[in-house]
Nanobody, 123 residues
Framework: QVQLVESGGGLVQVGGSLRVSCVVS????????VGWFRQAPGKDREFVAR????????VYGDSVTGRFAISRDRVANTVWLQMNSLKPEDTAVYYC????????????????WGNGTLVTVSS
């Protein structure tokens, strides 16, 4: 069983930066990835980024490419999402999730979820 615990959310001004963390406990298999999703009030849960637990290769959603960076440390069992040039539309609850990389990362396809951390971008 895998458990994911997010932290690091908070209030940040437009144009600012924030880093959220996801601590992974339990065994992540080599063919799994860990990703970030977000959900704004009244909207569907949206894919943000994912990273291969084995290779560290990242993939980003269109709305964050060039502004966000995902990374992982397998010794620390942690995945980070560095968010730069934040916009009001980045305001959401950010969730960490994991699934095999053979699946497309969608809100319906993940095996494990964390409880989320709230990021608020003020203008």
């Amino acid at each position: 069983q895998v458990q994911l615990v997010e932290s690091g959310g908070g209030l940040v001004q437009v144009g600012g930066s924030l880093r959220v963390s996801c601590v992974v406990s339990g065994r992540i298999f080599f063919n799994y990835g860990v990703g970030w999703f977000r959900q704004a009030p009244g909207k569907d849960r949206e894919f943000v980024a994912r990273i291969s637990w084995n290779s560290g290769i990242p993939v980003y959603g269109d709305s964050v490419t060039g502004r966000f960076a995902i990374s992982r440390d397998r010794v620390a069992n942690t995945v980070w999402l560095q968010m730069n040039s934040l916009k009001p539309e980045d305001t959401a609850v950010y969730y960490c999730a994991s699934a095999p990389l053979t699946r497309k990362f969608t809100a319906d396809s993940m095996d494990y979820w964390g409880n989320g951390t709230l990021v608020t971008v003020s203008s």
